[in-house]
T-cell receptor, first 117, second 114 residues
């Protein structure tokens, strides 16, 4: 069964500082990996995704993530954080259900990002 | 356009009420999902519809009844809910092509059961 671990429940950074959010996954095959962001009381917005190919993927809002198969990791990075990045971030691994036409996402527990001015 | 819309935004209902949540997408996605999310927790999958047919029911109590009237619309009918059912209910949709399992989420309905 697939699983996702986000080791950091809460991270605080200063505005303008760099950011790295950690994500480790467990999955038997090549995973589909995602990062979502959720502002308070809102839905989840897809930041970026990895399916195959280049292991460094670019997303929206200046975020990027690197897939490292040897470490089973998919860490999210941003070189300079803005106050508007304060939110909760979820890493997820996706699996297509056999020969079916839908996928199933397994989420990590989330990391809350606080940004200090 | 990757928009999923949900109505209402907020809902307060008593334990004897019947209400419905609505979700709509016009991206041509043929898989649609209902999730329940409690505070400080990740979303929990409730139901999956694929080509308007129920494909997954994650052992959800019968007081939650999903419906998919057409390929763009997904409803969640609520009846005799409990206070512990108060949560953010999220709808999502995805394409059905191989390699395209990413899901696009709506803004959610904040449900309070009194």
């Amino acid at each position: 069964a697939q699983s996702v671990t986000q080791p950091d429940i809460h991270i605080t950074v200063s505005e303008g500082a760099s950011l790295e959010l950690r994500c480790n996954y467990s999955y038997g095959a090549t995973p589909y990996l995602f990062w979502y962001v959720q502002s308070p009381g809102q839905g989840l917005q897809l930041l970026l995704k990895y399916f195959s190919g280049d292991t460094l993927v670019q997303g929206i809002k200046g975020f990027e993530a690197e897939f490292k198969r040897s470490q089973s990791s998919f860490n999210l990075r941003k070189p300079s954080v803005h106050w508007s990045d304060a939110a909760e971030y979820f890493c997820a691994v996706g699996a297509r259900m056999g020969g079916t036409s839908y996928g199933k996402l397994t989420f990590g527990q989330g990391t809350i990002l606080t940004v200090h001015p | 356009d990757t928009e999923v819309t949900q109505t209402p935004k907020h809902l307060v209902m008593g334990m004897t009420n019947k209400k419905s949540l609505k979700c709509e997408q016009h991206m041509g996605h043929r898989a649609m999902y209902w999730y329940k999310q409690k505070a400080k927790k990740p979303p929990e999958l409730m139901f999956v519809y694929s080509y308007e047919k129920l494909s997954i029911n994650e052992s959800v109590p019968s007081r939650f009844s999903p419906e998919c009237p057409n390929s763009s619309l997904l409803n969640l009918h609520l009846h005799a809910l409990q206070p512990e059912d108060s949560a953010l209910y999220l709808c999502a949709s995805s394409q059905v092509y191989p390699g395209r399992v990413e899901q696009y989420f709506g803004p959610g309905t904040r449900l309070t059961v009194t």
